[in-house]
């Protein structure tokens, strides 16, 4: 797992199993999370592809 520095802004669960967030670092980006595979989403400079957190 990467850890970024950063405060989260505001953080909204959808479906049931997705997490939304806003975060400001250096600027704000978006982050999407999915709860039932791990797999995230962030429009922050060391993101943008999908990666799977789950843990094994």
Do not use: Q, R
């Not at 520095?5 to 980006?29: A, C, D, Q, R, T």
């Amino acid at each position: 797992m990467v850890k970024m520095g950063g405060s989260v802004l505001w953080v909204l669960k959808s479906g049931g199993e997705k997490l939304h967030g806003k975060v400001l670092g250096l600027y704000p980006y978006y982050v999407e999370i999915d709860l039932s595979t791990g797999e995230s989403l962030c429009t922050c400079s060391k993101g943008g592809a999908t990666v799977n957190m789950s843990m094994p």
